[in-house]
Nanobody
Framework: QVQLVESGGGLVQPGGSLRLSCTASGSIDSIYSMGWYRQAPGKQRELVARITRIGLSNYADSMKGRFSISRDNAKNTVYLQMNSLKPEDTAVYYC??????????WGQGTQVTVSS
């Protein structure tokens, strides 16, 4: 079993930055990748970025150049650095770890609000 805990969300002005953190605990050896998803009001959940155990990453096109995903293996933590934030980035951001043969693991979500 894997537990994921997100932190770092909050209110930020357009053009500002936030760094989200996701710390994993439990059977972390079973985690081969982790990712960030977001769900804005009235919209479906969408992929933001993913990173594999060996450090390969990918991003949704709308986030390339503004967001970056990284990891700190010593802390079992994945980060999402968000720069040049826009109002349309407002969403609940979720940490995710896929699970073979199961629904995967999800954090509780952290609210990011971009507004002046």
């Amino acid at each position: 079993q894997v537990q994921l805990v997100e932190s770092g969300g909050g209110l930020v002005q357009p053009g500002g930055s936030l760094r989200l953190s996701c710390t994993a605990s439990g059977s972390i050896d079973s985690i081969y990748s982790m990712g960030w998803y977001r769900q804005a009001p009235g919209k479906q959940r969408e992929l933001v970025a993913r990173i594999t155990r060996i450090g390969l990453s990918n991003y949704a096109d709308s986030m390339k150049g503004r967001f970056s995903i990284s990891r700190d293996n010593a802390k079992n933590t994945v980060y999402l650095q968000m720069n040049s934030l826009k109002p349309e980035d407002t969403a609940v951001y979720y940490c995710n770890a896929p699970q073979v043969g199961g629904p995967g693991y999800w954090g509780q979500g952290t609210q990011v609000t971009v507004s002046s």
